[in-house]
């Protein structure tokens, strides 16, 4: 058996960057190619390494700034051959140009009824359509603020995966109910579901599996844990401006550092642990009781120390 790697990257203009009053080129600079660390880097590096990646891209930017916008976000990434999937955040459907972000409409999906999540994936998926995308088969809400009416307006769209379960984030605002600790792909309300994948940081506190979350170390050891215990899939989280500091001016080398890591793991794990998309994701298996990785005082402690140099070192510049 091989176990499933759904290597992700959220990709969106970052709404800080929007609410400040940056140019939009600026904002796409910041957003989309912060620091020469964004998508074209990550895209590089994806090909050095034979890797498959889903970029999740926003396209709801669009309704401010116009379809161009979005379509210069997805070009390369459908230049190199890497997949498409769909991402939202509802708050860009009330945005204005130029007005500090002052306009804007709820900004968590969870917020929404049915009916109006299922009219704004639906326009969602139809920007994204518009830009040259195929038709998307997947979805990942942002903040991974998710309920069971969004799984259910994914299926009557014709989704076949979503992947905004998040354990860490349970009960709000990701708000599937699943169990907190599932991390297995399961069916559920039409569509199946593909769980980030979380480790146990401490006991009882669960971490998500996404760069800036997780030490090389622990990513390690996430792996080398699913593919001991046979786990049907492994989902990663990233995004295209998360190797940057947030002020999207400078790389975060820790970030930078994990994110080479990572590639080169998956690299020599690609017999068992395939990266693959969802557009050919058929078989998975589904329902498993996999189980995240236990707890370790001394990888959290590491990882901590690390934190503590990115937050302050490479995110403040010191």
């Not at 498959?52 to 930017?61: G, I």
Request: hydrophobic share 45%; charged share 20%.
């Amino acid at each position: 058996m091989t176990t499933r790697v759904f290597l992700t990257v959220d990709t969106e203009l970052m709404w800080r960057h929007h609410a400040a009053g940056l140019p939009v080129a600026e904002q796409i600079a910041r957003s989309i190619e912060p620091a020469a660390v964004g998508v074209g880097y990550q895209l590089r590096m994806l090909a050095e390494h034979g890797l498959k990646a889903t970029f999740f891209v926003d396209p709801m930017p669009a309704r401010t700034y116009g379809l161009d916008v979005v379509k210069a976000i997805v070009a390369p990434i459908l230049a190199a051959r890497q997949e498409v999937q769909l991402h939202l955040h509802p708050n860009w459907a009330g945005a204005v140009a130029g007005d500090g972000g002052a306009a804007h409409a709820r900004f968590e999906l969870v917020d929404y009824t049915l009916a109006q999540q299922r009219d704004l994936i639906a326009e969602a998926g139809a920007l994204l359509v518009a830009t040259g995308v195929p038709q998307p088969v997947a979805f990942r809400s942002g903040s991974y603020a998710a309920n069971d009416d969004t799984l259910v307006a994914l299926a009557e769209l014709g989704f076949g995966y979503d992947s905004s379960h998040n354990g860490s984030e349970h009960p709000w605002p990701s708000a599937i109910s699943l169990p907190v600790r599932q991390i297995a792909p399961v069916a559920h309300r039409g569509v199946i579901e593909c769980p980030v994948t979380l480790i146990e940081d401490v006991p009882g506190k669960l971490r998500h599996f996404q760069i800036c979350a997780l030490s090389v170390a622990e990513m390690r050891a996430a792996l080398d844990h699913a593919v001991r215990e046979d786990h049907a899939a492994v989902t990663i989280v990233s995004h295209g401006f998360e190797l940057a500091a947030r002020t999207g001016t400078r790389a975060n080398r820790v970030h930078v550092r994990r994110f080479e890591a990572l590639c080169a793991m998956l690299a020599a794990r690609a017999e068992t642990m395939p990266t693959t998309w969802y557009a050919e994701a058929g078989g998975l298996r589904l329902g498993q009781d996999d189980a995240p990785l236990g707890p370790s005082v001394v990888r959290t402690r590491l990882r901590q120390a690390e934190q503590l140099w990115s937050n302050i070192v490479e995110e403040r510049g010191f």
